[in-house]
C-alpha cells in the first residue's frame, strides 16, 4: 500500500503572499499577456461605433424627406434603423464594460458579431437595392443629394458588415485560444 503526501510549499512572511495575490489580480484585470490581440476587440467596437453613428446620419435624410419622391421603401428604413441602433447601443455598452472592467463572455461577442454581420449585409443590400430602382427611375429630381446620402449609407453598411465579420474571426480565435474570457 503506498500512500503519497503531497507538499505544499509556504510563503514565509506575509508579504509574499500578498505580492502572490496581486499578482493574480492583475493577470486576471490586465490579461495573461502583453500580447496586442486582447487589444483588437475594443479598437473593433470602437470601428463599428463610428460605422454605426456614420450609417444613422447618411439614412436619416432620404428616410425622412422622401414625402413627394420615395428613395428607399419603408421596410428598407425600417430595417436600417433596426440594424444600427442596437448595434450602436452595444458597442456602447460593449466598451463602457470595458472601461469599468466587465468582461462579457467571447461566445456572446461571437453571437452578437454574426448577427450584425448578417443584418448589416442585409440592410446594405435592401439600401443599395433601393438606390438602384430609384437610380433605374430615369426621374433625378434637381437636387440629387439624397440619392448620393443612400448610395453612401449602403456602401458604409457593406463596411460595417465586413468590420464584423474581422472582429468575428479574432474574437473566435482569440477565444479559442484563451487570450480572451
Not at 502572490?20 to 496586442?36: H, I, M, P, S, V
Not at 428616410?63 to 425600417?78: D, E, K, M, Q, V
Not at 460595417?160 to 484563451?178: M, N
Request: aromatic content about 12%; hydrophobic content about 45%.
Amino acid at each position: 500500500m503506498n500512500i503519497e503526501i503531497s507538499r505544499l510549499t509556504m510563503a514565509s512572511n506575509d508579504q509574499s503572499g500578498t505580492d502572490q495575490t496581486d499578482r493574480g489580480l492583475r493577470k486576471e484585470y490586465f490579461g495573461n499577456g502583453g500580447g496586442f490581440g486582447r487589444f483588437l476587440p475594443p479598437v473593433f467596437k470602437l470601428l463599428e461605433l463610428a460605422v454605426a453613428i456614420i450609417c444613422i446620419g447618411l439614412i436619416d435624410d432620404p428616410a425622412n424627406n422622401s414625402r413627394l419622391r420615395p428613395f428607399a421603401t419603408t421596410r428598407t428604413i425600417a430595417l436600417a434603423y433596426s440594424t444600427f441602433v442596437p448595434f450602436l447601443m452595444f458597442s456602447v455598452i460593449y466598451l463602457f464594460g470595458k472601461v469599468i472592467r466587465e468582461n462579457i463572455p467571447w461566445k456572446l461577442q461571437s453571437l452578437l458579431n454574426l448577427t450584425a454581420f448578417i443584418l448589416y449585409l442585409a440592410t446594405a443590400i435592401c439600401i443599395l437595392h433601393d438606390w438602384s430602382e430609384t437610380k433605374n427611375r430615369n426621374y433625378w429630381p434637381p437636387n440629387t443629394q439624397r440619392m448620393d446620402f443612400l448610395c453612401g449609407a449602403g456602401s458604409v453598411a457593406v463596411v460595417g458588415a465586413l468590420l464584423y465579420l474581422l472582429d468575428l474571426i479574432v474574437t473566435t480565435r482569440l477565444g479559442a485560444k484563451g487570450e480572451i474570457e
